[in-house]
Antibody
Framework: EVQLVQSGAEVKKPGESLKISCKAS????????IAWVRQMPGKGLEWMGI????????RYNPSFQGQVTISADKSISTAYLHWSSLKASDTAMYYC?????????????WGQGTLVTVSS | DTVLTQSPATLSLSPGERATLSCRAS??????LAWYQQKPGQAPRLLIY???NRATGIAARFSGSGSGTDFTLTISSLEPEDFAVYYC?????????FGPGTKVDIK
């Protein structure tokens, strides 16, 4: 069974750093890309970026370039989303999603989401 | 960026009725358009990819059509579990983009 299990909810202060994770199981991790998608409270979905775990080839949405870092560790089938300095506007639900290499950009399985709250 | 516009914003229908949702792209996305369903408190779920291909396990009442800039998601007969928000998403142009969503609610 394909599963993407994300790390738990976080409450942070502005300026703090944070790395959230997405652990994959039930399939060959290196055969699929992993994307990150933001959903701000009561709003729609925003694609942040995508990474190929086999070689760490990463593409960012320009709106998020420089604001976050996407990485992956294929030895433990886990992808990450990292902030070096959080802002209140980073408060949102963050989803990871799997994307088949042959139809890159189609997100066929999703994690359960990680709620990030940034507040002083 | 490719802007996706969805209409209507809200669709109020009764179970058993047919739902027709529209997604229009600001530039051609060929057939590289997907539809997702999201229920409150849940992650999105892939319904349709590349305009008309149903994802694994998706009921036959969901169908997609279109190409270029105009796309449609049709739910032939609404079941109670279909009341949700539906998003379209394109993968033809970087960055990938989502539409703002159409909420299908119970009339």
């Amino acid at each position: 069974e394909v599963q993407l299990v994300q790390s738990g909810a976080e409450v942070k202060k502005p300026g703090e750093s944070l790395k959230i994770s997405c652990k994959a199981s039930g399939y060959s991790f290196t055969n699929f890309w992993i994307a990150w998608v933001r959903q701000m409270p009561g709003k729609g979905l925003e694609w942040m970026g995508i990474i190929s775990p086999v070689d760490s080839d990463t593409r960012y949405n320009p709106s998020f370039q420089g604001q976050v870092t996407i990485s992956a560790d294929k030895s433990i089938s886990t992808a990450y989303l990292h902030w070096s300095s959080l802002k209140a506007s980073d408060t949102a639900m963050y989803y990871c999603a799997r994307s088949p290499s042959m139809i890159r950009g189609v997100f066929d399985y999703w994690g359960q989401g990680t709620l990030v709250t940034v507040s002083s | 960026d490719t802007v996706l516009t969805q209409s209507p914003a809200t669709l109020s229908l009764s179970p058993g009725e047919r739902a027709t949702l529209s997604c229009r792209a600001s530039q051609s996305v060929s057939s590289y358009l997907a539809w997702y369903q999201q229920k409150p408190g849940q992650a999105p779920r892939l319904l349709i990819y590349d305009a008309s291909n149903r994802a694994t396990g998706i009921a036959a009442r969901f169908s997609g059509s279109g190409s270029g800039t105009d796309f449609t998601l049709t739910i032939s007969s609404l079941e109670p579990e279909d009341f949700a928000v539906y998003y379209c998403q394109q993968r033809d142009n970087w960055p990938f983009t989502f539409g703002p969503g159409t909420k299908v609610d119970i009339k």
